[in-house]
C-alpha cells in the first residue's frame, strides 16, 4: 500500500509539474524573475523557509501534544515530507492527508481529523494576527483602514471562537 501511494504521488506530482510548465508563458515570467534576482534574495528565501518549518513544525507538535508525543525530529521530517506534498497537489490534500497518514497508527480516525483541522485552524488565526499587524501598519497611508481593520479583527474573533470549540470537541471525542 504504502509504495503504491507513494508511486501515485510521484506519477501525479510529476504530471502537474508537466503540466505547469509546459505553458508556453510562464517561462518568460520564471526568466525574468530569475534575472532579477541575486545571491542575498536566494539566502533570504532558504532562510525564511527553514525558520518556517521549524516554527510550523513546533507548532504542528503543540496541537499534537495533548494526544501524541511526537520527537522534534520524526515532525520535522513528517512536516516538510507533508508541506511538499501540498505545494504539488490542489487545495493543499497532500499536506493534510500525508499529516494524517503519518499518525494513523497513533490516533483514532477521528481525533486524527480534528486535530488536522484544528491544526490549520490555529495556522489560519496566525495568519490572520500577522495580516492584521500589517494591515494597522498599512493603513495609516489610506483612507479605508476602518473597515479594513474591523473585518480582520472580526475575522480574528470568529476564527479564534472556532478554533476553541474545535478543541473541546477533539478533548470529548474517542
Known amino acids: 500500500k ?4 507513494q508511486l501515485f504521488l510521484l506519477v501525479g506530482s510529476s504530471l502537474l509539474l508537466y503540466n505547469k510548465l509546459s505553458d508556453q508563458a510562464l517561462w518568460p515570467q520564471l526568466h525574468h524573475a530569475f534575472q532579477v534576482l541575486n545571491s542575498f534574495h536566494y539566502l533570504l528565501i532558504i532562510a525564511l523557509s527553514v525558520c518556517f518549518w521549524l516554527l510550523d513544525t513546533q507548532l504542528w507538535r503543540t496541537v499534537l501534544k495533548p494526544f501524541v508525543q511526537i520527537n522534534f525530529s520524526s515532525a520535522l521530517r513528517y512536516n516538510v515530507i507533508a508541506q511538499s506534498a501540498g505545494v504539488l497537489t490542489p487545495f493543499l490534500v497532500g499536506d493534510y492527508g500525508l499529516r494524517s497518514y503519518f499518525l494513523r497508527d497513533e490516533l483514532e480516525v477521528r481525533q486524527n481529523t480534528l486535530v488536522t483541522l484544528a491544526y490549520q485552524l490555529v495556522k489560519v488565526a496566525t495568519r490572520i494576527s500577522i495580516g492584521l499587524v500589517a494591515l494597522i ?6 483612507n479605508w483602514r476602518f473597515t479594513a481593520i474591523i473585518l480582520a479583527v472580526a475575522l480574528l474573533l470568529a476564527g479564534a471562537m472556532t478554533i476553541q470549540h474545535l478543541v473541546k470537541i477533539i478533548a470529548h471525542s474517542k
Open 2 to 5: 504504502r509504495q503504491a501511494l
Open 137 to 142: 501598519f498599512i493603513s495609516f497611508q489610506t
